[in-house]
């Protein structure tokens, strides 16, 4: 599949560059960031999320430089769908936390520092969002360093838990590890770049605080059982259509999370 699309790559950070992919959509917001990491000077690259399958898009992406590696921060299809085909293209590995999404290269490992492009990466094992979400921490990006989050935080609203396989528990822990790096830049997957890590981290977790809040006032109106569908009713009333799916599944997370214990 090939795709008319004009985005040209832009600079992010001192270290990083992205072209934004042709996958506009309710989840994906304007479309999924392809980050390309290198030192200046570097003759390779290293891609991040490759994104769908559109042929003029992954040329792009070999504009800059050879590709010596490919990374994907989780395993959903506007972040991998063209991975195999990328690896096809330019001979590089995939790497990804989930062995089903790589393609000649190994599984990440949380806490491996990967050295390419010139570039120290860092991978951080930051689940929640999904169970083999992982963030790349680059700490010699500018003064602060910056990280790539995926979709555990993005540019712009709050992200998903795509529960049972993703869960509140394991997205809380992630936004500790994250708020623990400092004001680092944050390059996400969707949206745009942001400043402070440890900010933003602060920011969500109290966005999850205040619908944790929601919903045990919803179950004091409708019972203690009910169900994420009547729930979502009514603490996201005003959802609109196109993600009431998403609303019911961070619900549902976060029913688990109130009824394992975790108040």
Known sequence: MTT????????????????????????????????????????????????????????????????????????HADHTAAAARFAELTGA????????????????????????????????????????????????????GAVLTGDTILGVGTTVLDYPDGTLGDYLGSLDRLENLGPATVLPAHGPVLPELDAVARAYREHRQGRLAQIRTALEALGEDAGPDAVTDVVYADVDASVRRAAELSVAAQLDYLRSGSR
């Open 4 to 75: 008319e699309n004009t985005s040209s790559i832009r600079r992010s950070s001192e270290l990083t560059r992205f072209r934004l992919a042709p996958n506009p959509g309710p989840m994906s917001l304007a479309g999924t960031n392809s980050y390309l990491i290198a030192a200046p000077g570097s003759p390779g690259v290293v891609v991040v999320d490759p994104g769908p399958l559109d042929e003029g898009h992954l040329q792009e992406l070999t504009r800059y430089g050879a590709v010596e590696l490919i990374l994907i921060t989780h395993r």
């Open 93 to 144: 590995p995939v790497r990804a936390a989930d062995p089903a999404h790589c393609h000649g290269g190994d599984p990440l490992r949380d806490g491996e520092v990967l050295h390419a492009a010139g570039v120290e990466i860092r991978v951080l094992a930051t689940p929640g969002h999904t169970s083999d979400s992982v963030c790349f921490h680059l700490p010699g990006d500018g003064a602060r």
